[in-house]
């Protein structure tokens, strides 16, 4: 049909766009990094039926790991995979320094994003399991920073009203129990603590680009996340 039409067709497939548009706007051209990275999971045969198991897998590891840098070798082997153009295309993705290295942790939180878009709340957990700290399960306001950066897909982040909120008793640390309870009681939260906060939210400007990892994720959108 686009042949007779003479219009020009893409490799995108109808998950692709129903990913693009899952729950609210993305906000983004069609040809962003979201679309791109699920591209390269599927040619990289990671983007399957058993996704679920495979993202369980992943985040088990990432989280022995903990917060050691990957390099392309490294990546390689943490998917069990020959490292390919795909492969490499999709370590750049997270080599944000140019240094050639990676935070795991950012590429599973990505994937669970592709794999489940309508299902924030599930990749907020998946997260926190990653990141927090074995003696109390808390992270921190640097760590809840790059969990919400890369849900988001945004170069910046401003949480600090929001992680003052969440942790009430001003320990700093908050645990995802804690975080679920804050946005069952603040169903609008992003729009009153990320929103207000980081002006011009995925807008093209230096200091809010994104990269396309997520939908919105306006919970006036979304009904508290899910």
Do not use: W
């Amino acid at each position: 049909m686009a042949k007779a039409l003479q219009v020009p067709v893409t490799d995108y497939s109808f998950e692709d766009c129903q990913l693009a548009t899952a729950q609210a706007p993305i906000r983004l051209p069609i040809d962003t990094a979201l679309l791109e990275f699920a591209k390269l999971l599927r040619a990289l045969g990671l983007k399957r039926v058993n996704s679920e198991k495979l993202l369980q897998d992943y985040g088990k590891r990432a989280r022995e790991l903990q917060d050691q840098r990957l390099s392309l070798e490294d990546f390689a082997r943490f998917l069990e995979l020959p490292a390919s153009d795909e492969l490499r295309h999709t370590f750049a993705l997270f080599d944000e320094n140019e240094d050639h290295s990676m935070d795991v942790r950012e590429f599973v939180i990505a994937f669970s994003v592709v794999c489940r878009p309508a299902k924030t709340l599930d990749t907020i957990r998946l997260a926190f399991q990653m990141f927090e700290a074995e003696e109390d399960g808390a992270i921190t306001e640097n760590e809840l920073v790059c969990i919400l950066r890369t849900a988001l897909g945004l170069g910046e982040l401003k949480v600090s009203r929001l992680f003052r909120a969440v942790d009430e008793e001003d320990s700093g640390k908050i645990t995802f129990e804690r975080f679920g309870e804050f946005v069952d009681q603040h169903p609008d939260f992003a729009e009153q603590y990320l929103y207000s906060d980081n002006a011009g939210f995925g807008s093209s400007s230096p200091s809010h680009a994104t990269n396309g990892f997520c939908a919105d994720f306006s919970p006036r959108e979304q009904k508290k996340l899910d």
